[in-house]
């Protein structure tokens, strides 16, 4: 475990990325927007595979947390970052409250992630916000994490530095969804609308946009022309109510779509 050093610098580079991941933020109100915003303007401070976020939910009186991932994760890790009272996630609130509330990096292995939970996460980047006056009523709490490229002190102070940030556009996305949740539904549900199902070969499709391919080199890997692979695309937004890919992909992966797809391996 180990805190921010004071001695780490913002790169010129890092400073534009800071800039650009601010003045983003507001626009930032629904799920998928988030998901985009946290792999676009956030990962080049950020790099990342796996972000858990969690925000205080007054009915339960306790942090609710869900995951953010670009990346496979087994059923027993994700029931370990999910669940608040979970030992590891009790660990990692406790190691940050013990750093008095600093960003810091906290090793998930000596944190308590059960070696049996598959392939480890390695270090994480922990921070969070508490209530003014009261450092043990947390308000919100991140992690972020990337396999094979442990968390260093560089990320920390990005993590310190876009931490209001985080939790403004998080709670906002959160107040967002509730209230989209307690709208009444349509009155009527035409065909092809975001509640369809996708087909096998779509979340196939879906898979390979996620890695960035473009149509014909996904129409090269499934052995289908360019124009098949537009035609399943046209189709995939229309029936998740995307207007472009990558909110496509963000409303996929949110919806847990992408994550049974078996991709062929690459040549």
């Keep these: 475990m180990h805190y921010m050093d004071d001695s780490v610098l913002l790169t010129p580079r890092h400073a534009e990325s800071l800039v650009r991941a601010i003045e983003s933020a507001p626009q930032v109100r629904r799920r998928y927007q988030f998901f985009v915003w946290l792999q676009t303007q956030l990962h080049t401070l950020l790099p990342h595979t796996v972000a858990v976020c969690g925000a205080y939910h007054r009915g339960r009186r306790e942090l609710v947390f869900e995951v953010f991932q670009s990346t496979m994760l087994a059923d027993e890790v994700m029931a370990l970052l999910t669940d608040a009272r979970s030992p590891l996630m009790m660990a990692l609130v406790g190691r940050w409250m013990e750093a008095r509330g600093r960003a810091l990096v906290v090793d998930l292995a000596e944190a308590g992630m059960p070696l049996s939970a598959g392939p480890a996460l390695g270090a994480v980047a922990v921070h969070g916000v508490s209530r003014p006056q009261r450092p043990a009523e947390l308000e919100s709490f991140f992690v972020f994490a990337q396999p094979g490229q442990p968390a260093a ?13 985080l939790h ?22 035409r065909p092809g609308t975001a509640h369809a199902s996708v087909t096998e070969r779509e979340r196939q499709i879906l898979g390979w946009v996620r890695e960035g391919k473009s149509n014909q080199q996904i129409g090269e890997l499934l052995g289908i022309s ?17 207007s472009n890919r990558a909110q496509a992909v963000a409303l996929a992966m949110t919806r847990n779509m992408l994550l049974c797809t078996d991709l062929p391996p690459l040549e």
């Design 226 to 242: 360019p124009l098949t692979v537009k035609n399943h695309i046209q189709k995939i937004l229309r029936k998740l109510g995307a």
């Design 153 to 165: 002190s560089q990320q920390v102070l990005h993590l310190e530095l876009l931490l209001p940030q």
């Design 168 to 189: 403004a556009t998080y709670l906002r996305v959160q107040a967002t969804e509730q209230e989209m949740n307690n709208l009444p539904p349509p009155v009527q549900q």
